[in-house]
């Protein structure tokens, strides 16, 4: 059974930087490309970086473009945060783009002064 632990959320001011992790469990994140999502209550929620399988190849949104860096090694997915605004408010979600995997409970990241 596949399963996914994100980790590392926290509340910073604007500005600030956070490191989440993302763990999975059943498979290798070796062999998937890997998005992470965000989500705000009320909205749906929505991918803001990946990382392909095959070469490593890192997309992002707009809104997170240069200051979200996606990274995989040792068998966990990151994500570097930097500048972050209040509008990067939300419980972030790992997960396979494809053959997704049943949601983890996600990490809180609160941005706020």
């Known amino acids: 059974q596949a399963a996914l632990v994100e980790s590392g959320g926290g509340s910073v001011q604007p500005g600030g930087s956070l490191n989440i992790s993302c763990r999975a469990f059943?498979?290798?994140?070796?062999?998937?490309?890997i998005g992470w999502f965000r989500q705000v209550p009320g909205k749906p929620r929505e991918r803001v970086s990946c990382?392909?399988?095959?070469?490593?190849r890192t997309f992002y949104e707009d809104s997170v473009k240069g200051r979200f860096t996606i990274s995989r090694s040792g068998g966990r997915v990151y994500l570097q945060m930097k500048n972050l605004s209040p509008e990067d408010t939300a419980v972030y979600y790992c997960?396979?783009?494809?053959?997704?995997?049943?949601w983890g409970q996600g990490t809180q990241v609160t941005v706020s002064s």
């Open positions: 990382i392909s399988r095959r070469d490593s």
């Open positions: 997960n396979r783009i494809i053959f997704q995997a049943p």
């Open positions: 059943g498979f290798s994140v070796e062999n998937y490309a």
